[in-house]
Nanobody, 123 residues
Framework: QVKLVESGGGLVQAGGSLRLSCVVSGLSLGLADVAWFRQGPGKGREFVAAITWNGGRTEYIDSVKGRYTISRDSAGVYLQMNSLKSEDTGVYYC??????????????????WGQGTQVTVSS
């Protein structure tokens, strides 16, 4: 059974930082592309960042470029979030899939999802 578990969310003031973690079990992490999505209040789920199975390529939504960094090691996948803004508030989800020819940035491309972790940025 594939399971993804996020952690690291919380309440932070604007300008602050958080580091989210995603631990994957039941799926060979070393062969999985992993992405972060988020869903803000009253909004749809949107792509945030993704990283290939070997860490060789990353993708980010424009609004987080220069502020967020996605990384991975043998233990999990991480999302370092700096200079947080109120519009970054939402539930952050980790999603995974077996590696493929391209790095997916849409939710349909991922078959495995975590339960989400809440990030709240106060202004």
């Amino acid at each position: 059974q594939v399971k993804l578990v996020e952690s690291g969310g919380g309440l932070v003031q604007a300008g602050g930082s958080l580091r989210l973690s995603c631990v994957v079990s039941g799926l060979s992490l070393g062969l999985a592309d992993v992405a972060w999505f988020r869903q803000g209040p009253g909004k749809g789920r949107e792509f945030v960042a993704a990283i290939t199975w070997n860490g060789g390529r990353t993708e980010y939504i424009d609004s987080v470029k220069g502020r967020y960094t996605i990384s991975r090691d043998s233990a999990g996948v991480y999302l370092q979030m700096n200079s947080l803004k109120s519009e970054d508030t939402g539930v952050y989800y980790c999603a995974g899939k077996m590696f493929g020819s391209s790095l997916a940035t849409n939710s349909d491309g991922y078959g495995y999802w975590g339960q989400g972790t809440q990030v709240t940025v106060s202004s």
